[in-house]
């Protein structure tokens, strides 16, 4: 044996062993912390992947549960793991704080809950319903009928700059309102300009509707109230709108 191969088996022979034990001293205690912090979950969607056809084309819905959604869920879990302000919290509680919170964590947070809150405002259009006579009672006291929501709706959500979420909201004051946020951002975040509890919401980022619309966010905002889930939209008005006296 040469000594360049001596040196060759010393070093596999002494190298070897090393993985092994170190994975056997560490690889328990990554896994049980891992096991503790996996609080984030990605739900599958509440309807197929083509459910939504042609309104939100399949492959959008693909990317963007797949890709883009579970990328927050993934950056919550891993943030998780390594900042004591975010284990153990739920999703609400992170928004409720996010002033607090680093920026990264904030939106993945945010991205999180908007993204969970989108899929369970859509349904199949031959479920899409009607609102209940509840809430169309409060949006024709509040935007005089639902087209003029509508209208509102889609101001707001082609207004947005860039990249961000459009809106329908329960104030604190229990009257219907429409805003826009940016980014991850959304009403119940403690630095909202405009708080309140979301109802009904539409994602005004690229990546929800370039594939089949691109630049023509005007369209899908139109398109996309065949897809609201009206039953849904009713229960949460039902939840959040509280009589004021
Ligand atoms: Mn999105």
Known sequence: MTSTRLAAAILVASAAPQPILAQSATAPTVQSAQAQVQAFTLDPLPYPFDALNPVIDTQTMTLHHGRHHKSFVDALNKAAAEDSAVRGQSVEALLAKASKLPVGIRNNAGGHWNHRFFWETM???????????????????QFGSLDQMRAAFKTAGTGRFGSGWVWLIVKPDGTLAIISTPNQDNPLMDLAEEKGIPILGNDVWEH??????????????????????????????????????
């Not at 031959?126 to 169309?136: E, F, N, V």
């Not at 691109?214 to 008005?237: I, M, P």
């Not at 939840?239 to 006296?245: H, L, N």
């Open 123 to 141: 349904a199949p259009a031959s479920r899409s319903g009607a609102p209940s006579p509840a809430l169309a009672a409060a949006i024709d006291k």
């Open 208 to 245: 929800a509707y370039y594939l089949s619309y691109q630049n023509r966010r005007g369209e899908y905002l139109d398109a996309w109230w065949q897809v609201v889930n009206w039953a849904k939209v009713s229960d949460r008005f039902a939840k959040a709108a509280v009589p004021k006296r």
